[in-house]
């Protein structure tokens, strides 16, 4: 059974760029067999916080909280991408992420951060990893950090010379690294359920 891995974006932007970057990583986690899908913050459309999923009652949620809800539940590793708002993350993908907790529980996440300068992302990248732990989820070592994005992956999501050929070789270490901790935390959950 191939991994189930949700890779997800924030931006509401009109003319974002991160998109790039998800569209790159979503297809390469296919191109090695496993069963990726973008989660888009923006066409998920939940509003400003209010009540976390787990505070309504069962069958209340809005259809949209309680689709991603089972999403998350069954997926087998996260990948977010950060974008970088201000050194900090964007406030899109932050909002949907509070929308939950347990479901994010005992597996692995992985940070892509990017930007339109050289720094790449790299601070709201720190941010997300303390986030993520908060919320039960191991961040695996490895990252990928663009930058700028728009030299690096075309509007398709395809590298560009030099930049691109640098990512590539990221992407192949960033994914086989995520495919270790997705395989340990797998064979883990099936071994001994999660103790909470
Ligand atoms: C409100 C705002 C704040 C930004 N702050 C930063 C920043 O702190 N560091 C950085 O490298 N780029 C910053 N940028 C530039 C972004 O890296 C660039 O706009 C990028 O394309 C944003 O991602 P998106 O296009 O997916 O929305 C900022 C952009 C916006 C709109």
Redesign the pocket.
């Known amino acids: 059974m191939p991994d189930r891995i949700l890779v997800l974006y924030g ?1 509401y ?1 009109s ?5 790039r970057l998800a569209n790159y990583l979503v297809r390469g986690l296919k191109g090695r067999g496993n069963d990726a899908q973008l989660l888009d913050a923006r066409e998920i459309g939940l509003p400003m916080l209010d009540r976390m999923y787990k505070e309504y009652a069962p069958g209340d949620a809005p259809q949209a909280m309680q689709t991603l809800a089972e999403q998350l539940r069954i997926a087998d590793a996260f990948v977010f991408v950060a ?6 993350v ?1 406030p899109g993908l932050k909002n949907l992420t509070d929308h939950f907790l347990e479901e994010w529980f005992w597996r692995p996440a992985a940070v892509a951060s ?4 050289r ?1 790449s ?1 790299v ?1 709201a990248n720190l941010a997300w990893h303390g986030t993520l732990s908060e919320m039960g989820m191991v961040v695996i070592p490895s990252t990928v950090a663009v ?1 700028p ?1 728009v030299k690096t992956l075309d509007e398709n999501g395809a590298p560009i010379g030099e930049a691109g050929q640098a990512l590539d070789r990221a992407f192949a270490r960033f994914a086989d690294d995520l495919a270790w901790w997705t395989a340990a935390a797998k064979h883990q959950r099936e071994r001994t359920p999660p103790p909470y």
């Open positions: 931006s932007r003319d974002r760029t991160g998109i974008g970088e708002y201000n050194w900090g964007q990017y930007s339109a300068g720094l992302g601070r930058g994005i």
